[in-house]
């Protein structure tokens, strides 16, 4: 599943595939509610992780535990990688993807982060991208993380110009569902 967040780290926009696994909708999600679906145990590591890679405008990697709604928990991987402007090529925010992890994976391990190159896990069924935007962040996310490990380094900008792009019309979607309701 896909997410956007602001320069203040802030969700701005998540999939649909949110609610399916946390039980969690998807406006309660949005600024810092998704946390609630954040094991308590796990809540500093991902809140420390995420407040590095804003403070640093930089690429995370993050395990943890999240909340369904019968008070079961599962592992994801979450990562993603920073957006910068075409203006003033600031920071704007990250595009990142939160995939479940097999069910046992990581219980014999306590949850990690680190800012550091993203690389995200293979997709599970139950975060499968949910519409062709989504799908479409997926695989760019993926081939940002291949471009440093196998060269081409000189098509790096434009694939975060696109990342940037697509980041941008999944956000605007968010703020077209709020007008409707």
């Known amino acids: 599943m896909i997410f956007v967040t602001d320069a203040a780290g802030a969700c701005v926009y998540t999939s649909g595939e949110w609610t399916t696994l946390t039980g969690q909708e998807i406006g309660d999600a949005l600024g810092c509610g ?28 993050v395990r943890y535990r999240l909340l369904r709604t019968d008070g079961s928990s599962r592992w994801v991987g979450a990562g993603g990688v920073p957006s910068f402007g075409m203006i003033g090529d600031g920071f704007v925010g990250h595009l990142g993807t939160v995939t479940e992890l097999a069910a046992g994976a990581m219980d014999t391990i306590g949850a990690y982060g ?16 949910g519409c062709q935007l989504d799908l479409v962040a997926d695989h760019l996310i993926l081939a940002h993380s291949l471009i440093e490990d196998d060269g081409g380094k000189e098509a790096l900008p434009d694939v975060r110009n696109a990342l940037f792009k697509v980041g941008r019309a999944l956000a ?3 703020s077209q569902h709020e007008a409707l309701h």
Not at 49 to 56: C, E, F, L, Q, S
Not at 116 to 122: I, L, S
């Open 34 to 61: 998704w946390l609630a679906r954040v094991h308590p145990g796990d809540r500093p590591v991902v809140e420390d992780t995420m407040a590095d890679a804003v403070r640093k405008a930089a690429e995370f990697s």
């Open 114 to 129: 680190n800012v550091e190159r993203f690389v995200p896990p293979a997709p599970h069924r139950n975060t499968m991208p």
């Open 172 to 174: 605007a979607r968010i």
